[in-house]
């Protein structure tokens, strides 16, 4: 009996002590504090052990001093650079532009130029010519890396360039790339001469508690070869038909190929991260001359966020991009759960007679994701956003052009994971043509996709509304 009042006793101190934490944490924001509240009042037991896994983005303490030690190296702030850079930019979207800078501690460059891959085959084709044509470099990041046709692709590519002298360095995520890390294609890499970094590794036994949080991925999508030619975008080495996920296939992505010198700042986006895990010292990086810029190319800036960056920074760059908007704002995303700032700059793009498209996907492989998503539907189209489906597979293409000048690509959703949690890379740019070619990519996917109606949303069955809106209670914590 008396074991028994002990045990209840340490489980009430132990609620009562979580419960102190959740509100405690000064940079919370209000709705993630009352989910979490709510969470550890209904399901104590399970709320206590969720808080401690998932609560708070925890980095291990040895990751965050080998971050810091490795930004003072790398840190290149703005100089003159930027505002010669912003002088073909509008003013108004120079606050969006002036954001990244302060995100990815560099300036705004110009002189870049990028063209857009037809489809996910066809953006692994021009990687693997541009390995193939490597001399000096290629570095690698990616998410998910599949041991399918366009992953061996680069697999072979990779350890061709190793072997005539190429230094190639890859990246894959512990989690996302599980299967080919423990794969004999990776075992072959290596051999061939690749350098090779499992990101985010997990830990096992009690080392878990020194680790970070598990569910802290590096999502990013850089690649980078000799310094001349950066990709950037949506898309993970993998075929379209996205074999581990077959019924939600084909995977819709945008993957740009950019030449100038954005491509330095992917490059210190990966060797950063490269530094922190691998423990390579590629500060020299820093000091090689620049590509030059390329005569009538635009500005544009790379940047990337994580769990250590600043709250908020990935959606002030959603929202800066937003509120330039005069005409016309498309967006394109797989994954929709907004923090309210970004929230409210899409109700009030749509409330000053922005033309406001929302592109998502009418089948997602997160069920609860898209039913989050869909609870926000009513509160945007009563503001004048015009909400799509698209039918033709899972969209997984994250764009953003404003008034067909300003265009956002990249890596990150724009959901918590995305905005507050993971590795992110997204590159801004201001150019009219690069613009308009990204926009004609998201009429093809209006093309294919279903407007929902006003209509649509009052006929949903009671039961869902029930369902939709109780999972928004909770999306702070997702």
């Known amino acids: 009996?008396?074991?028994?009042?002990?045990?209840?006793?340490?489980?009430?101190?132990?609620?009562?002590?979580?419960?102190?934490?959740?509100?405690?944490?000064?940079?919370?924001?209000p709705y993630s504090r009352a989910a979490w509240l709510l969470v550890l009042l209904l399901l104590p037991v399970i709320g206590v052990?969720?808080?401690?896994?998932?609560?708070?983005?925890?980095?291990?303490?040895?990751?965050?001093?080998?971050?810091?030690?490795?930004?003072?190296?790398?840190?290149?702030?703005?100089?003159?650079?930027s505002p010669v850079a912003l002088q073909s930019v509008p003013e108004r979207f120079h606050a969006a532009f002036r954001v990244c800078e302060r995100i990815g501690r560099w300036p705004v460059v110009g002189g870049n130029k990028a063209t857009i891959a037809a489809d996910s085959n066809d953006a692994i084709d021009a990687m693997v010519r541009d390995f193939?044509?490597?001399?000096?470099?290629?570095?690698?990041?990616?998410?998910?890396?599949?041991?399918?046709?366009?992953?061996?692709?680069?697999?072979?590519?990779?350890?061709?360039?190793?072997?005539?002298?190429?230094?190639?360095?890859i990246m894959a995520d512990a989690i996302g790339s599980r299967a080919l890390i423990a794969s004999e294609h990776w075992r072959a890499m290596r051999q061939a001469g690749v350098r090779l970094c499992v990101s985010l590794r997990m830990r096992r036994g009690l080392a878990f508690f020194e680790g970070s949080r598990i569910d802290l991925r590096n999502h990013r999508k850089i690649v980078v070869v000799d310094d001349r030619i950066t990709y950037c975008g949506s898309q993970n080495c993998a075929d379209p038909e996205f074999r581990i996920k077959p019924r939600f296939a084909p995977w819709?992505?945008?993957?740009?190929?950019?030449?100038?010198?954005?491509?330095?700042?992917?490059?210190?986006?990966?060797?950063?991260a490269w530094m922190v895990e691998a423990g390579e010292d590629l500060s020299g990086a820093a000091a090689r001359p620049v590509a030059p810029p390329a005569a009538g190319g635009f500005p544009a800036i790379a940047f990337g966020t994580g769990p250590m960056s600043a709250k908020g920074e990935m959606s002030d760059a959603f929202v800066g991009v937003l509120y330039g908007a005069e005409r016309e704002a498309i967006?394109?995303?797989?994954?929709?759960?907004?923090?309210?700032?970004?929230?409210?700059?899409?109700?009030?793009?749509?409330?000053?007679?922005?033309?406001t498209i929302l592109v998502l996907p009418a089948r997602n492989d997160s069920a609860a994701v898209a039913a989050m998503s869909r609870a926000t539907y009513a509160e945007l189209a009563e503001a004048g956003v015009r909400i799509f489906e698209f039918l033709g597979g899972l969209l997984h293409a994250k764009t953003l052009v404003v008034d067909g000048e300003a265009a956002l690509v990249g890596s990150a959703n724009m959901d918590r994971r995305s905005l507050e949690l993971n590795f992110e890379n997204?590159?801004?740019?201001?150019?009219?043509?690069?613009?308009?070619?990204?926009?004609?990519?998201?009429?093809?996917?209006?093309?294919?996709?279903?407007?929902?109606?006003?209509?649509?949303?009052?006929?949903?069955?009671?039961?869902?509304?029930?369902?939709?809106?109780?999972?928004?209670?909770?999306?702070?914590?997702?």
């Open 331 to 355: 967006i394109s995303t797989p994954y929709f759960v907004p923090d309210p700032p970004l929230m409210e700059a899409l109700l009030s793009c749509a409330r000053r007679g922005v033309q």
């Open 49 to 81: 052990a969720a808080y401690v896994l998932f609560g708070e983005p925890w980095v291990a303490r040895q990751f965050q001093r080998r971050a810091r030690k490795v930004f003072r190296k790398l840190e290149w702030r703005a100089g003159a650079d």
């Open 252 to 272: 819709v992505d945008i993957m740009m190929r950019f030449e100038g010198p954005v491509v330095r700042q992917n490059q210190l986006l990966f060797a950063d």
């Open 426 to 478: 997204n590159i801004l740019l201001y150019c009219r043509d690069t613009a308009a070619a990204i926009r004609n990519r998201q009429h093809t996917y209006l093309a294919n996709a279903r407007e929902v109606s006003r209509g649509d949303m009052r006929r949903r069955p009671l039961r869902r509304i029930l369902w939709q809106n109780l999972l928004t209670i909770f999306a702070p914590i997702f």
């Open 132 to 169: 193939d044509e490597a001399r000096e470099t290629i570095h690698i990041s990616f998410y998910i890396w599949l041991a399918d046709r366009n992953g061996l692709r680069v697999v072979q590519a990779l350890e061709r360039a190793a072997l005539r002298g190429v230094v190639c360095r």
């Open 1 to 29: 009996m008396l074991t028994h009042l002990i045990l209840a006793a340490l489980l009430t101190v132990t609620h009562l002590a979580v419960m102190a934490r959740s509100l405690l944490v000064e940079s919370r924001n």
